[in-house]
């Protein structure tokens, strides 16, 4: 019972006999257990040194050295510390072994850089597993999806409650869709972070840094439509999509990369206060949302004139130049200056 403990069978029937006398010496517990009376001592020792019995003091007429149990709950909470802390341990060293060996198998495996998928349902499962086993998932949403709809991914209001951390980029002819701006909507209340694009080069999920899937060319291209290519009857049958599953490499690294910069271009996407999805048309915004000195503001930051150049032309300190950028980069949902600039074209900011 108590081995989890770190506390022995034998060494618990001694501890189990002292809490039922409550005193007792090496003797006496040798004679009632049946055991020998050096192994007795050996075991009392034990138990002394794990903090589960305390030695009386000597008897003044010198007798034998008898032994009391201590608080079990006081005793035993340090050792279950103990042992919590050495398996917890042991699990890291196991989860580390596990790396090396799989990235040993990579190093001298090609193949297993890559794994292909074949299957709609596979492809979800394995979607699935990534996501439950994930801290940010990171995606990238075309029109026409392979095999999982957006409104088919639960698990997502689930993750996102546990505080997994969505970042999606949308293909603005996706959010065409029935239905999908309220999906949208809903996700972002969630806390996903959403943003849009007119087009997205390909599909793709990453989970945190270390595994990505990306929908391979399959049979029947997208909406029963063939295959830009495909051989002549492909068009006639319908083929199971198939994925590629990329671990840890340069190819991912590669990935990673191209989600980053399509998240640098993309519109942010947000839910207005009447709960509509606002910034999801892709139009230009009209230049009249800036004053003149904004304008001329955006157009010196284009140009790229620094912000002490810029206070001096306008009159103003730096500090205020400074604080007049944060306040243009809000309203376009930018997080760098790279970002402001090239919304602010997208939107028509400087036409």
């Known amino acids: 019972m108590l081995e989890a403990a770190g506390v022995g069978a034998v060494e618990e029937r001694v501890y189990r006999f ?17 055991f020998d009376v050096a192994r007795v001592h050996w075991l009392l020792a034990s138990l002394h040194d794990k903090g589960l019995v305390g030695r009386v003091a000597e008897p003044p007429d010198g007798g034998p050295e008898r032994y009391v149990p201590m608080a079990p709950d006081a ?28 990235a040993g198998g990579r190093r001298h495996d090609a193949g297993q850089l890559v794994e292909v998928i074949t299957g709609a349902s596979v492809i ?38 546990r505080g997994v951390r969505y970042k999606t980029i949308y293909e603005r002819e996706l959010l065409e869709g029935p239905g999908m701006v309220d999906n949208v909507a809903r996700s972002i209340r969630a806390g996903e972070q959403a943003r849009a694009v007119g087009t997205l080069p390909v599909r793709l999920v ?10 391979l060319v399959y049979e029947s291209g997208e909406g029963g439509a063939p295959v830009k290519g495909a051989r002549a009857g492909a068009a006639d049958r319908v083929g199971e999509p198939t994925a590629a599953v990329v671990h840890s490499s340069s190819l991912l690294d590669a990935l990673i990369a191209l989600f980053e910069s399509q998240w640098a271009a993309a519109t942010p996407l947000h839910v207005t206060d009447s709960g509509e ?19 001329y503001l955006l157009s010196l930051i284009v140009a790229g ?16 130049v400074q604080r007049r950028i ?4 809000q309203r376009a949902g930018a997080l760098t200056r790279t970002q402001l600039v090239w919304q602010a074209a997208q939107r028509g900011w400087l036409a």
């Open 305 to 320: 004139v620094a912000d002490k150049a810029i206070a001096s032309q306008l009159w103003v300190s730096q500090r205020t």
């Open 206 to 215: 990453i989970a945190d840094s270390s595994m990505a899937i990306c929908p």
């Open 75 to 102: 005793a035993l909470r340090p050792l279950l510390l103990r042992g919590h802390e050495a398996l917890e341990s042991a699990r890291r060293g196991v989860e580390q072994l596990a790396e090396e060996y799989r």
């Open 277 to 295: 999805l606002a910034d999801v048309d892709g139009g230009p915004r009209p230049a009249v949302h800036l004053a003149d000195d904004e304008r």
């Open 124 to 161: 979800r499962q394995r979607l699935r597993q990534m996501a439950y086993g994930a801290a940010e998932m990171r995606w990238l949403c075309k029109a026409r999806p392979v095999a999982l709809a957006a409104a088919e991914n639960d698990e997502e209001w689930e993750l996102l409650a």
């Open 326 to 329: 944060q306040t243009l980069m």
């Open 18 to 34: 002292l809490v039922g006398v409550r005193e007792a010496d090496a003797a006496a517990i040798a004679a009632r257990l049946g």
